[in-house]
């Protein structure tokens, strides 16, 4: 039971169709699998039962992260709130693109790591995904710097925000790659990584479901 108040609960969205499929959806705004709605309401779950109360809970505007929140927020009788800075990358011109095709073609990933500047046609840049998902983060720590919130974001953007926060540097975000509905525990003090990818709730439903 984590009892220590003052955190943010970063949380990764549950499972898309994209996920499965490896194809990018940065701001294209896909829905939940059934499957994806099954982990939310796990993840809902787990945290109230672990973390209860929650003083607030955020998300991207898109529907993914929206609808993960609602299945958190829904135990507390709470509303969510969006702010579009936690969305995931705007890949611009190649969203919607395969994993493999952004790699062969594009060398997407290795360019990504290598220059913070680097970004697709009519898209983001690392550098400036880091420094909105900062930004939010901050407002939102400074906000409730004594109480539990949770805040529903999306992989590659956890990723890079998360690197900045441990390294001072987010180039090395592939390290922090977070699986659909993982937990991640900040201290709204410092922003410092108390607990990362926590993803009992899926272990929990998987060992019910092997007995």
């Given at each position: 039971m984590h009892t220590t108040r003052g955190r943010i609960l970063l949380v990764r969205h549950a499972q898309t169709r994209a996920n499965i499929d490896q194809v990018w959806h940065g701001i294209t705004d896909t829905?939940?699998?059934?499957?994806?709605?099954?982990?939310?309401?796990?993840?809902?779950?787990?945290?109230?039962?672990?973390?209860?109360?929650?003083?607030k809970v955020y998300a991207s505007q898109l529907q993914r992260a929206r609808h993960t929140a609602e299945a958190i927020a829904q135990h507390q009788g709470l509303t969510v709130e969006s702010d579009k800075r936690l969305q995931e990358v705007d890949n611009g011109d190649w969203e919607e693109m395969s994993y493999a095709d952004l790699h062969e073609q594009h060398n997407y990933w290795s360019n990504t790591m290598r220059e913070d500047s680097y970004s697709a046609p009519g898209g983001e840049s690392r550098?400036?995904?880091?420094?909105?998902?900062?930004?939010?983060?901050?407002e939102i720590a400074r906000r409730h710097i004594e109480e539990t919130v949770a805040v529903v974001s999306h992989g590659l953007a956890i990723a890079m925000v998360l690197a900045h926060l441990t390294e001072s540097e987010s180039a090395d975000w592939s390290t922090y790659d977070t699986q659909n509905t993982g937990?991640?525990?900040?201290?709204?003090?410092?922003?410092?990584?108390?607990?990362?990818?926590?993803?009992?709730?899926?272990?929990?439903?998987?060992?019910?479901?092997?007995?």
């Open positions: 829905p939940l699998t059934p499957e994806g709605h099954r982990q939310a309401s796990l993840a809902g779950h787990y945290i109230n039962d672990h973390f209860a109360p929650l003083s550098r400036e995904v880091t420094r909105r998902m900062l930004a939010s983060l901050s937990i991640t525990i900040l201290n709204s003090a410092d922003l410092s990584v108390i607990e990362f990818n926590i993803t009992a709730h899926l272990d929990d439903a998987l060992d019910r479901g092997s007995k």
